[in-house]
Every structure is written in structure tokens, then in C-alpha cells.
């Protein structure tokens, strides 16, 4: 279960990393049902990452792996060619999108944008960390 206590504080640690990077995020932490439990739109954060944020928590709990290695294996020839199209186009294929584990068990999902790539994925990761 990711609860909402649970969800603000992996925010708050994505909050603070996206702060220290200079670049404010949507961040969303989704449980394991992939529901919202909780989404941040900093300041200036863009307002078109809002439902990309949201959906790559979703993805990363929907598949039990994270979006960045998912778009490695959605690549044109590859095992998952096309995959983002499934689910009604909710599936994201690039970084930040992170699932959310107790022990061995994905129980919900972080789900950061408003970067490039690299920086969605370092705020995501230093949200899951507090988890």
C-alpha cells in the first residue's frame, strides 16, 4: 500500500532534487492499483507534463519496470515495438517513471516531468529512494 503520508514524502524528496537540478517538476506517485494518490506541479513546471508525470507512474506500476528501460525495449524491432499506443496512449516510453517497491513487491509508482530525460529520471529516482 503507498499511503498518502508515503506519497509526500517521496514528493518531497523529488521536490527537493528537482530544486537542486533548477528545474521544477510535475512529480505523481500512483499505488498499487496505479491510482493517484498524490501529484505536485511546481512552480512554472510546465502544464503539458502534468498528464505525463501521472501517466508514467501509471506505466511504471502497470508493467513493474521503469519507463526508461521500457522505451530501451519498445525501440522499432524490438519486443515491445508499439507498446505506446496500447491502453489508450496512457503508456510513456521515455525516462521518469520509477515503480515503488516494499521487500520484492511493486506497490505503486513515482512519475516525474517537466525536464529532459535525464533529469526527469534523477528526480524520479531520488523520489523512490525515499520510499
Do not use: C, Y
Not at 36 to 57: E, F, P, Q, T, Y
Not at 109 to 131: H, L, P
Amino acid at each position: 500500500m503507498v499511503t498518502l503520508a508515503d506519497a509526500r514524502r517521496v514528493i518531497a524528496a523529488a521536490e527537493k532534487k528537482a530544486q537542486e537540478i533548477g528545474q521544477p517538476m510535475n512529480i505523481a506517485v500512483v499505488d498499487a492499483g496505479g491510482n493517484l494518490v498524490a501529484h505536485v506541479r511546481m512552480d512554472k513546471a510546465w502544464i503539458g507534463s502534468v498528464d505525463i508525470a501521472i501517466n508514467k507512474a501509471w506505466t511504471s506500476r502497470a508493467f513493474d519496470i521503469p519507463t526508461k528501460a521500457l522505451a530501451e525495449l519498445s525501440q522499432s524491432g524490438d519486443q515491445f515495438f508499439g507498446i505506446h499506443v496500447s491502453n489508450h496512449g496512457r503508456v510513456m516510453i521515455f525516462a521518469g517513471g520509477i515503480p515503488l517497491k516494499r521487500g520484492d513487491e511493486v506497490v505503486g509508482g513515482i512519475g516525474v516531468s517537466g525536464g529532459m530525460g535525464k533529469q526527469d529520471q534523477a528526480v524520479a529516482e531520488a523520489g523512490a529512494a525515499a520510499f
